[in-house]
Antibody
Framework: QVELVESGGGVVQPGGSLRLSCTASGFTFSSYALHWVRQAPGKGLEWVAV????????FYADSVKGRFTISRDNSKNTLSLQMNSLRVEDTATYYCAKGGPGWLDAELDNWGQGTLVTVSS | QSVLTQPPSVSGAPGQRVTISCTGS?????????LHWYQQLPGAAPKLLIY???NRPSGVPDRFSGSKSGTSASLAITGLQAEDEADYYC???????????FGGGTKLTVL
């Protein structure tokens, strides 16, 4: 079965950096787009970024554009999110999610359990 | 303010039918991008409930159904059960934003 396990969350000061990872198993990793989605405490879901199956195409939410970078290593079944210039409002649980068949409007058919990022001084 | 608008809350008694709306625009649902629904139980990660407006993944009960009308979509839950109490989100792609978008979420309370 599909499994997605996030890691790398923690507490960081405003302006700092953090790198999240998501290790995947149970499916052909190199065949599917992957997403990061976040959820601030007590708030709704916010889509963050997507990367194509081959890593050549990426899209970002305006709120993170220029600060976050999504990447993948298909040889290691790993998805990453490099987060720079972190702000208090980036505090959230970050989920990685597998895209379904298709590309930009495909469903997110499997989700990890999330990793908490807290930006605080 | 999300580009996909959902009611903040809905409620119903056990056994009843409830619907949750998701109103979009010409840059998402109206542009023929697919719309999906997710269920998030308290303290859990989101789970895909409906994909492509009306398709159920395996394992999702047929009490859950989805539909599309113009630039809107709806999720219907029949035979409401206590375990359905959760937050529900719609999601699509928006060409103006060049990215995916979620609705603000709807909290379902089973009375």
């Amino acid at each position: 079965q599909v499994e997605l396990v996030e890691s790398g969350g923690g507490v960081v000061q405003p302006g700092g950096s953090l790198r999240l990872s998501c290790t995947a198993s149970g499916f052909t990793f190199s065949s599917y787009a992957l997403h990061w989605v976040r959820q601030a405490p007590g708030k709704g879901l916010e889509w963050v970024a997507v990367i194509s199956y081959d890593g050549r195409n990426t899209f970002y939410a305006d709120s993170v554009k220029g600060r976050f970078t999504i990447s993948r290593d298909n040889s290691k079944n790993t998805l990453s999110l490099q987060m720079n210039s972190l702000r208090v409002e980036d505090t959230a649980t970050y989920y990685c999610a597998k895209g379904g068949p298709g590309w930009l409007d495909a469903e997110l058919d499997n989700w990890g359990q999330g990793t908490l990022v807290t930006v605080s001084s | 303010q999300s580009v996909l608008t959902q009611p903040p809350s809905v409620s119903g008694a056990p056994g009843q039918r409830v619907t949750i709306s998701c109103t979009g625009s010409s840059s998402n649902i109206g542009a023929d991008y697919d719309l999906h629904w997710y269920q998030q139980l308290p303290g859990a990660a989101p789970k895909l409930l409906i994909y492509g407006f009306s398709n159920r993944p395996s394992g999702v009960p047929d009490r859950f159904s989805g539909s599309k009308s113009g630039t809107s979509a709806s999720l219907a839950i029949t035979g409401l059960q206590a375990e359905d109490e959760a937050d529900y989100y719609c999601q699509s792609f928006d060409s103006s934003l060049s990215g995916s978008v979620f609705g603000g979420g709807t909290k379902l309370t089973v009375l």
